[in-house]
């Protein structure tokens, strides 16, 4: 069994925006709990990259002083039809402010979606190819990673069609098992021998058809078999706390928090 030399706060990062839009709020809530890694989207005026200077540098002080990591940034690129060019084109202007952010904050990677889906059934459209590998090239000219992250509204939804987009255009992947299983896949365990070695970020939230999205033990799916598989196949990213319970998003964050460290505490040398 593998055995990392890492620390429990090492391997755990959250959405900021999952405990408080407001990062100040957010990091005075984390600190009480040892989490110093932040995956960064949305603040209290808005989406990355739609965020004043002074959240920048209160982002860029905060890491400094508490020796945050910024694991990603997710501007949410990618959510419409493609057929709406000149939001694509827009988007991919604005792909620019994106990795200057990530830049200045030392962010290794940037997340996007794969395009609003027109049809639960239809064939992916070639068409979002190009403006994927488009913004694959801009961010490793810059010496940045991409990542292709599923969601149910969009092409790359299940396990299986997020495998289909990043290999057909060579793209790492930000993986959630409950955007997946709330797409309607039911068994990822095949998928994950083949997963693994493109998986760079892990969203952690499970998925119950009766209520939705909820904590990693206590949806439909075995959700700690999958994290105990990527642990075992030496997985070297993060396992990122996203529950979407935004209606109570501190004992949330409290709750999956908890279970997360049930299931990984015994997989980590503690110092």
């Known amino acids: 069994m593998y055995k990392s030399d890492f620390s429990l706060a090492d391997r755990i990062s959250i959405v900021s925006d999952e405990i408080s839009e407001d990062f100040t709020d957010a990091s005075l809530f984390a600190n009480k709990f040892h989490i110093n890694n932040f995956e960064l989207r949305k603040f209290t005026e808005g989406r990355i990259p ?70 639960r059934d239809s064939k992916i459209p ?87 999205y909820c904590s990693i033990l206590s949806g439909a799916y075995d959700l700690a078999s999958e994290i105990n598989y990527f642990q075992d196949n030496q997985y070297p990213g993060y396992f990122c706390i996203e529950h979407h319970q935004w209606n109570n998003r501190k004992e949330s964050t409290i709750e999956n928090l908890n279970e997360l460290k049930s299931i990984i505490g015994k997989f980590i040398n503690l110092r």
């Open 50 to 119: 739609d965020i004043y200077a002074s959240t920048l540098q209160e982002l860029l002080d905060k890491k400094n002083h508490f020796n945050y990591t910024y694991t990603l940034i997710s501007p949410g690129f990618f959510k419409h039809c493609v057929s709406d060019k000149k939001k694509t084109n827009h988007q991919i202007n604005r792909i620019h402010e994106c990795i200057d952010l990530a830049k200045k904050l030392e962010v290794k990677f940037i997340s996007v979606f794969t395009f609003k889906r027109n049809s």
């Open 126 to 212: 070639e068409e979002i190819y190009a403006p994927l590998c488009k913004l694959k090239d801009l961010c490793e000219s810059n010496s940045l990673t991409l990542l292709l992250e599923n969601s149910p509204n969009c092409w790359a939804d299940t396990a299986d069609n997020l495998l289909s987009v990043a290999n057909q255009t060579g793209i790492d992947v930000n993986w959630d098992p409950g955007n997946s299983l709330a797409s309607g896949h039911r068994n990822h365990q095949l998928h994950l021998v083949h997963l693994l070695p493109i998986t760079k970020n892990i969203h952690l939230k499970n998925w119950a058809p009766d209520i939705g």
